[in-house]
């Protein structure tokens, strides 16, 4: 089995969540294939999923003082074909394999999740080789659902064919309205869509907003639209660490999703290519997790597989309820041999 797998399986044994070890290896290794190379055979990066190239990043989250019991990991299929369509073709069958996995996993919802990612791409043989990414998948294992997957979640680039928000919107009507910023708008833009679907079938709707890099009136622009959250987040990086004054300096991204309930808001904050981000996760970690055990797991098993590790990005929720509740913290194991 390969090391993504045993990563996983490690860090959730370092966690103690109880979960059985086979589906996490089983949907690990259907999900990327075993391919974690950075570049493709043509020479070009293979995902833009991480900086490096590599198809695979992990995260780990919590929020209001407490860890969730939970790993999740985000990768991507297909990274050595070269034709787009190829990709999709590749990603559509291995998402239609790992729906099994949910509790709920059937058909039905097999049908959904490649309806949406036909929503995006509906002519995949049309779109221009060099457009590298198609999809991504997301998988959460939770202590809850031990010999299941928590959660599913297959991402898309609404900008690769036009159109795309409102072809979804039209099948999917919580995505309405998500990107609440105007067309005109330059600095703050749609940059990838969402559909999840959890453990008891329901279906969590996502859209990211990438912010311009490096320009001064982003932070301003990221309050005008999405109001105190955006405030609150940007101001809790600021206590932990981050330059005020060089906000605009970061790569960011918003979140606006929404779900059972009502809207969520969530800021994600970029590591840039050499930028260290350690001292920042440990302080958010110890405010917003109640500890550093979960940050601490990641790196040490990267050590421990002999990986390096890297943390690629910090995440803030915001609820009008309960304020900044959520702490989300990714990074990337990589694998000389990879």
Request: contains cysteine; hydrophobic residues 45%.
């Amino acid at each position: 089995m390969g090391v993504a797998e045993e990563f996983l399986v490690n860090l959730a044994e370092r966690l103690a969540l109880g979960c059985d070890p086979a589906p996490i290896r089983a949907m690990m290794e259907r999900a990327c294939g075993g391919q974690l190379a950075a570049l493709a055979p043509d020479g070009l990066q293979a995902s833009t999923l991480t900086v490096s190239g590599i198809p695979f990043e992990v995260s780990v989250s919590g929020g209001r003082g407490q860890l969730t019991p939970a790993i999740r990991y985000a990768t991507e299929t297909a990274t050595q074909e070269t034709a787009f369509s190829s990709r999709v073709a590749g990603q559509i069958a291995a998402i239609r394999d790992l729906v099994a996995w949910l509790p709920n996993g059937d058909e039905a919802v097999a049908d959904m999740l490649q309806s949406f990612v036909a929503k995006l791409y509906p002519d995949p043989a049309n779109v221009r080789t060099l457009q590298r990414s198609a999809t991504w998948i997301g998988v959460v294992h939770h202590a809850a659902t031990p010999n299941h997957a928590d959660r599913l979640k297959v991402y898309g680039g609404p900008a690769v064919v036009p159109g795309a928000l409102d072809r979804i919107s039209n099948e999917w009507p919580e995505f309405a309205g998500l990107a609440s910023v105007p067309d005109h708008e330059e600095l703050i833009k749609p940059e990838i869509v969402a559909l999840e679907v959890d453990a008891r079938g329901d279906l969590n709707h996502k859209v990211y907003l990438k912010a311009k890099y490096n320009d001064v009136a982003v932070p301003m622009k990221l309050v005008r639209y999405f109001g105190d959250p955006a405030w609150e987040v940007l101001s809790e990086l600021v206590r932990c660490g981050v330059d005020a004054e060089k906000l605009h300096q970061h790569h960011f991204f918003v979140c606006c999703a929404r779900g059972a309930g009502g809207p969520v808001f969530g800021l994600t904050m970029m590591a840039k290519r050499r930028q260290d981000l350690t001292g920042l996760v440990y302080e958010l970690a110890s405010r917003h997790h109640g500890t550093t055990d979960a940050v601490d797991a990641l790196a040490r098993e990267a050590e421990s597989s002999g990986a390096t590790w890297r943390y690629a990005a910090v995440g803030l929720g915001f609820s009008a309820e309960h304020g900044i509740d959520k702490l989300n913290v990714y990074g990337t194991p990589t694998w000389s041999a990879a």
